[in-house]
T-cell receptor, first 116, second 116 residues
């Protein structure tokens, strides 16, 4: 149980285009999902917290107009990287907090974004 | 916030027991300690979680002293496939929409290299 999926697993796009990444909790409901970014050989950095039915909360330094987050249901959150640039190339990972739990967080497999 | 400190890297050999210690001097009363494993280009994988004393599951043990200011992840008889980065997270989700919980803050992790 507690499986989180991401789609796509890797994507290559041209500079200036937008890319949408989906995060799904497959066998549990997630009232809260989290988006992280990880650059090579670095740790995960929290970008934003996505709450079902409400606006996302962004970490300091993360542009909310560039990284659009939608959490339309208890099992799906999407991250859209708008007007992507090469510096947005990174590994994007989502995680989901199990509804009713204060401690359980499950991670997706990640999405490798390359902007050319 | 309970900051965590781990060794940057460790080397071991197949069949040995590996102990990775994490310091978290400012741990709060409600904080749990969770360890994740991450392979390159994959999302973190939950290993074990505990609050105090000792916790054991099929893959690892977690030792937490009485003062809870540190914790030690113990991996019995490691194999080459255990080569990965191991993260110690301390904290608790403080409620829906609140991302201040330190559980979401990844430290640098420990890069474990298992040699034949």
């Amino acid at each position: 149980g507690a499986v989180v999926s991401q789609h796509p697993s890797r994507v290559i796009c041209k500079s200036g285009t937008s890319v949408k990444i989906e995060c799904r909790s497959l066998d549990f409901q997630a009232t809260t999902m989290f988006w992280y970014r990880q650059f090579p050989k670095q740790s995960l950095m929290l970008m934003a917290t996505s709450n079902e039915g409400s606006k996302a909360t962004y970490e300091q330094g993360v542009e909310k107009d560039k990284f659009l987050i939608n959490h339309a249901s208890l099992t799906l959150s999407t991250l859209t990287v708008t007007s992507a640039h090469p510096e947005d190339s990174s590994f994007y990972i989502c995680s989901a907090r199990k509804a009713g739990s204060s401690y359980e967080q499950y991670f997706g497999p990640g999405t490798r974004l390359t902007v050319t | 916030l309970a900051k965590t400190t781990q060794p940057i890297s460790m080397d071991s050999y197949e069949g040995q027991e590996v102990n990775i210690t994490c310091s978290h001097n400012n741990i709060a009363t409600n904080d749990y300690i969770t360890w994740y494993q991450q392979f390159p280009s994959q999302g973190p994988r939950f290993i074990i979680q505990g609050y105090k004393t000792k916790v054991t599951n099929e893959v690892a043990s977690l030792f937490i002293p009485a003062d809870r200011k540190s914790s030690t992840l113990s991996l019995p008889r490691v194999s080459l496939s255990d080569t990965a980065v191991y993260y110690c997270l301390v904290g608790v989700f403080l409620g829906v929409g609140n991302n201040a919980g330190n559980m979401l803050t990844f430290g640098g992790g420990t890069r474990l290299m298992v040699k034949p």
